[in-house]
């Protein structure tokens, strides 16, 4: 036995010998990294703790509030609340509020005793314009993420956890998949602009397609840009194209999926409303549409659009997606410098649709890191009708924020295609943690309007919260941002 354990020892000394000169021979003879060629070996550390540093700064070096694009104290809400743990915490508030942008609800001196509060009520979108209207119920719903973008299990969870929670779910620019019906929750169809999963084989918008979905949908949603990368298509790496995916998309599997910058069949503003008109005339549903925001000319412009044509033309609700926004796989550059923030974005927007008076008429919804109660009641202040997400409910599915999302080797199964992955995913237990989550977020909303003075949530105005300029002051958002008047 003595002699066995030695010669093992022997042959696995003589394997990192080996390996130590094959690594040497390897660095001092490649040309691509100089640390490497005079570092040979040890220069290797570099690369190894530089590509784990975010791990390690995550959970030992940042602090609550430090991290990027979520900190932990952010995450950890999502966490409690999708555990349905509370939201009580001790010992005071880790939030700077002398930070600028930062948010302050403006309590009243008397708030609503629990017998007058009253839970929002239900909206509905395209009323008097689409066959059949939408009722929402839910303040807070799932943002699109497609079906290749996220796992099965993590639609089928999803989805599962909608319906209980009473709030929709976007397909993402995928198409609809068995998994996103499964729950029989309230489905949105999002045509994004290479119109997967309701495209023919030449890839133009399906007339019969379109129809058939109309059956299963409640509404549907055209995507002009999104937050993450305005300006630039869709793209799923071909390694998170399986057969499954393929098969919905109408595209060959294990190769990349790169959608058009935008729709070839929509060049201008008038051409979009007709799409709107035809689109929700084909169907009887609600039609919408997603888009970043980069100034005011495309909203006043789609305004006056509007009330040229008729309100027939009109888009029932308008998604806003913030350049925080950011889900998927997209280029770091139009992630970090193109579109405005949906702080700025959501006021200008509603501004428009006041002074057009098409705010009764137009449905909006807003997107763009509200993650939180506290977001999602600014959001509602500002004039959104709606929040959307898709990181907060990555979050109540078990995301880590591993930062893979493009890589197809997520930790929490959430965004991978790996079979031994995803069966960290239960579907079953994540199901329940996406209802509480919107559950919460919706409860909370209602906590933060009960105490400044409001009966429900619904009944947020801009003066109800107040924007940090510089440490030490405040403004009233109704200051910040004027109500506009109607025309």
């Not at 807070?140 to 099965?152: D, E, H, L, V, W």
């Not at 991978?416 to 509480?436: D, F």
Request: contains cysteine; positive net charge.
């Amino acid at each position: 036995m003595d002699l066995l354990i030695q010669s093992l020892f022997t042959v696995m000394v003589l394997v990192i010998i080996a390996l130590i000169v094959f690594w040497f021979i390897q660095d001092v003879t490649q040309k691509k990294h100089s640390v490497l060629r005079n570092y040979p070996v040890i220069g290797r550390l570099r690369y190894f703790f530089e590509q784990q540093g975010k791990y390690f700064r995550q959970y030992f070096f940042s602090n609550d509030r430090d991290e990027m694009p979520f900190n932990r104290a952010t995450r950890n809400w999502i966490y409690r609340h999708s555990k349905d743990k509370g939201g009580v915490v001790g010992f005071g508030s880790t939030n700077d509020l002398r930070e600028p942008g930062s948010i302050i609800f403006v309590n009243a001196a008397f708030p609503i005793l629990e017998e007058d509060q009253l839970p929002p009520p239900p909206m509905l979108i395209g009323e008097g314009y689409a066959k059949y209207p939408f009722v929402a119920k839910s303040i807070i719903n799932i943002s699109g993420m497609s079906y290749g973008a996220i796992s099965k299990p993590a639609v089928r969870a999803l989805s599962l956890g909608a319906v209980n929670a009473g709030c929709w779910l976007n397909t993402g620019e995928g198409g609809l998949a068995s998994y996103h019906l499964e729950g029989k929750c309230d489905v949105i169809m999002q045509i994004g602009t290479a119109k997967y999963g309701i495209r023919d084989e030449r890839g133009n918008l399906s007339p019969q397609r379109a129809k058939a979905l109309g059956e299963v949908v409640k509404a549907f949603e055209i995507k002009l840009s999104q937050g993450a990368k305005p300006g630039k298509g869709g793209l799923l790496p071909g390694d998170k194209i399986t057969e499954d995916i393929a098969a919905i998309r109408g595209i060959p599997a294990f190769r990349d999926s790169i959608s058009p910058n935008r729709h070839k069949d929509i060049d201008n503003i008038d051409e979009l409303l007709e799409k709107i008109n035809y689109l929700r005339e084909l169907t009887g549903r609600p039609v919408g549409i997603k888009t970043a925001i980069g100034g005011w000319h495309f909203i006043n412009e789609l305004c006056d659009c509007i009330i040229s044509k008729g309100l027939d033309y009109a888009p029932d609700f308008i998604s806003i997606d913030g350049g925080e926004g950011g889900s998927g796989a997209a280029p770091q550059t139009l992630l970090d410098y193109v579109s405005l923030p949906i702080s700025e974005a959501l006021p200008r927007v509603v501004d428009s649709l006041i002074e057009s008076n098409l705010k009764d008429r137009i449905r909006v919804v807003a997107a763009g890191k509200l993650v939180t109660a506290a977001h999602g009641a600014w959001a509602l202040c500002a004039g959104a009708d709606f929040v959307n997400t898709a990181r907060g409910f990555m979050f109540s599915l078990g995301c880590i924020q591993a930062l893979r999302c493009h890589k197809n080797t997520c930790p929490t199964g959430v965004t991978t295609h790996n079979p031994r992955l995803q069966n960290g995913l239960v579907v079953e237990e994540k199901s329940v943690r996406v209802t509480n989550y919107a559950r919460n977020f919706n409860k909370e909303v209602n906590m933060i309007a009960h105490s400044c003075g409001l009966r429900h949530a619904r009944e947020f105005k801009r003066e109800h919260v107040r924007i940090v300029e510089t440490a030490g002051k405040s403004i009233a958002m109704n200051m910040l941002y004027p109500y506009p008047e109607g025309k």
